[in-house]
């Protein structure tokens, strides 16, 4: 995090951005039947590891907003890494 709160303060961009995290979902079921005198309870653990990109900004940033130098200067990085 200092790393991009460096590259906003110095109006710097950065190649490569990425931050990862992790969601847990837990469903638990229960049944029970008066008929059968049984029941069954049932525990599903979800994990999902999600990965997002940032933009050369930072995180969240939306590309409509930026000016007309930041422009210039995520077009001179594509043509740089043609």
């Known amino acids: 995090m200092h790393n ?8 710097l961009v950065m190649q490569y951005g990425y931050v990862m995290h992790e969601n847990t979902r ?4 229960n049944a029970s039947s008066t008929q059968y005198s049984s029941s069954a309870s049932v525990h599903v653990k979800d994990l999902f590891q999600v990965r997002t990109a940032a933009t050369p900004y930072g995180f969240g940033v939306d590309l409509k907003s930026l000016s007309a130098k930041q ?3 995520l077009a001179a990085l594509g043509l740089s890494r043609t």
């Open 4 to 11: 991009v709160s460096a590259l906003g303060r110095d109006g």
């Open 26 to 29: 837990h469903l638990y079921a």
């Open 71 to 73: 422009i210039a200067i």
